[in-house]
């Protein structure tokens, strides 16, 4: 059975029991703060204990890193919707240590598409169409560290960002839980 015919099954089930009863929140978050963090499989359930969050407190918002690279790409959009629209009024920014983003290269990503069938013409018209330099937009960062206050001073500069709104950063050890203070916003 494929993965997506599991998850349909699965939730035929859990409508039919109720199971999201326990779930139900409004749209507006609890704790009037958002989440950045990484995509990383290992913070699903940890980042929210950790924190001592529960559904519907924060609004998370993910990618890979928690990495801001450009001031006005979606992740940036979605934390100001947060903090304008949904009465958000902090930002919490969570790296995680034992990052996939830490020391990626551009190059090997570039590699690995160009060995499975994507074309040399395909990647340069991407780049000429997009304006983008793949081996840069694919790479990642030295340091989750710098990353995180990187992230941070992005938000913490933007001319969109609402008068008094805090930012902060940690970086959270996906092994334990254990947070790490980066950035406190006083």
């Known amino acids: 059975m494929s993965l997506l015919k599991q998850v349909l099954e699965h939730n035929d089930k859990f409508v039919e029991?109720?199971?999201?009863?326990?779930y139900i929140t409004d749209k507006v978050p609890n704790k009037k703060a958002v989440v950045f963090t990484c995509m990383d499989t290992r913070l699903v359930e940890l980042l929210p204990k950790a924190m001592g969050f529960r559904?519907?407190?924060?609004?998370?918002?993910?990618?890979?890193?928690?990495?801001?690279t450009n001031s006005y790409d979606s992740v940036v959009q979605s934390i100001l919707i947060g903090l304008w629209q949904l009465?958000?009024?902090?930002?919490i920014v969570v790296g995680h240590k034992d990052c996939g983003m830490a020391g990626l290269k551009g190059e090997a990503t570039v590699e690995k598409m160009k060995a499975n069938g994507?074309?040399?013409?395909?990647?340069?018209?991407?780049?000429?169409?997009e304006g983008v330099n793949l081996n840069?937009?694919?790479?990642?960062?030295?340091?989750?560290?710098?990353?995180v206050k990187n992230s941070v001073n992005k938000?913490?500069?933007?001319?969109?960002?609402?008068?008094?709104?805090?930012?902060?950063?940690?970086?959270?050890d996906p092994k334990?839980?254990?947070l790490d203070l980066v950035h406190e916003d006083e």
């Open 118 to 129: 994507i074309s040399a013409d395909v990647l340069a018209s991407v780049e000429t169409a």
């Open 55 to 68: 559904n519907g407190d924060v609004k998370v918002v993910k990618n890979a890193g928690a990495r801001i």
């Open 155 to 172: 938000l913490k500069t933007h001319e969109l960002l609402p008068a008094g709104a805090k930012v902060h950063g940690l970086v959270i």
């Open 17 to 22: 029991e109720k199971a999201y009863e326990p």
């Open 136 to 147: 840069d937009w694919l790479s990642g960062f030295e340091s989750v560290e710098d990353n």
């Open 87 to 91: 009465k958000a009024d902090e930002v």
């Open 176 to 178: 334990t839980g254990k």
